[in-house]
């Protein structure tokens, strides 16, 4: 396999539809494949993610990233590409107010105006220079933790929503568990202690729930802002300043952490996000960044698949169907499904196997949408059935195997 190629010049980031069909018509027994459009998850529910694992199959970036994780994720089909010790939990830094801003938005309103008050005194590093008494709304204090990544301002919006910053933090955790990050510890909401520790896999699941948030969405791609008492500021992430595609996220840097970056792009029809813990000295970050996401952008393609199965026997029908499912594969791969026959028609729904350039790399479930045949008078048509059935096991000999284009 060499995925390695570029996706049709024409369309080099759209997504394709594949077409597969077979049937069978013998004695009243049919079977169809069809296959059609896809599904997206919504910010804070678990995401939607195809029930395939092919980062087996995706060519690896050369040379790698010189970082301690990373990863690459395609932020609409909720995919892992590739990556390096993605599930590994260590210090992330200022990336975890991609979460804090989250979970703000989802219980205060942005237009509420906020009176600074005495926790931002003596808290350390990026800072705002907030003051007791100063006054900032919602909208504000969210854009400025995102653009110049305040720990000042992470204790304000805490103690706005929560009261206190324990309290926040345990808001935090509900969130991440609402995006089925379950093994996640949270210490704080500025992420200047180290003891926070999270994966690369889960700050690009948060990444992807921020993207698809209405109200946050503008403020991750702000290249620069007027912030009240502060005037006209430029963002810390320089991706946003390179590279005209680039979407957001955030940048991250502790000591024990490392240089850090949620980077996301939107190339074409398409969007990418890629997490780079432990870094190299700036800009190292920012352009390494930039190197995976063209890396992912030409070495990966986009395929709609769903599936309709519909077995007509004696006495009635039963329908099977693949949710419609958005898949990214490599860019070069052929795709196959395979429609996997019963020996004959059974309570419980099929699957069908997807395969690149021959090789087999999962099986999507499917669900059973229409109930099985009504049940048969006693006598010849019962006999009927049992024909029909008969007809069908001795078929799927010839078909089984068969893969549908």
């Known amino acids: 396999m060499n995925p390695g190629c570029a996706p049709n010049a024409a369309h080099p980031s759209s997504t394709r539809r594949v077409w597969a069909a077979a049937r069978l018509l013998v004695s009243g027994l049919l079977a169809a494949l069809v296959l059609s459009a896809p599904s997206f998850a919504l910010a804070l529910e678990p995401p939607v993610v195809p029930a395939l694992d092919l980062t087996a199959a995706f060519l690896p970036p050369d040379p790698l990233p010189a970082a301690e994780a990373w990863a690459i994720l395609d932020a609409d089909t909720g995919q892992l590409l590739a990556g390096e010790h993605v599930d590994s939990r260590r210090p992330v830094a200022s990336t975890i107010k991609v979460l804090t801003a989250l979970t703000v938005v989802e219980r205060a309103q942005t237009a509420t105006e906020v009176t600074v008050g005495d926790e931002v005194l003596a808290v350390g590093g990026a800072s705002l220079d907030l003051e007791p008494g100063d006054v900032w709304t919602i909208e504000e204090l969210v854009t400025a933790l995102i653009v110049r990544s305040g720990n000042d301002v992470a204790e304000v919006l805490a103690v706005q929503v929560a009261g206190d910053a324990e309290r926040f933090v345990a808001l935090m955790e509900d969130d991440a568990r609402s995006l089925g990050l379950t093994d996640v510890r949270l210490t704080s909401a500025s992420g200047l202690d180290d003891d926070q520790q999270l994966s690369a896999r889960d700050l690009a699941t948060i990444a992807r729930a921020a993207l698809d948030d209405d109200r946050l969405r503008p403020m991750l791609g702000l290249r620069e802002v007027d912030l009240p008492g502060v005037g006209r500021v430029e963002t810390r992430n320089e991706l946003l300043l390179i590279d005209p595609t680039a979407t957001g996220v955030k940048t991250g840097f502790t000591t024990a952490a490392g240089p850090s970056l949620i980077a996301s792009a939107r190339r074409g029809e398409r969007e990418l996000v890629v997490v780079l813990l ?58 196959e499904l395979e429609l996997v026959l019963p020996d004959r028609p059974r309570p419980q729904p099929g699957f069908a196997q997807l395969r690149l350039d021959g090789e087999r790399h999962g099986e999507l479930a499917l669900t059973r949408v229409q109930d099985a045949p009504a049940a048969l008078e006693p006598g010849s048509a019962a006999i009927g059935r049992a024909i029909a059935d008969g007809v069908y096991a001795a078929l799927r000999a010839a078909t089984v195997d068969q893969s549908l284009r």
């Open 278 to 335: 432990g870094a190299e000295e700036d800009p190292a970050r920012f352009t390494e960044a930039r190197r995976l996401l063209d890396h992912a952008q030409t070495t990966t393609r986009r395929e709609l698949l769903a599936a309709e199965l519909e077995l007509v026997v004696a006495g009635g029908a039963v329908r099977d169907v693949l949710a419609e499912t958005d898949v990214t594969l490599p860019a070069a791969a052929e795709v």
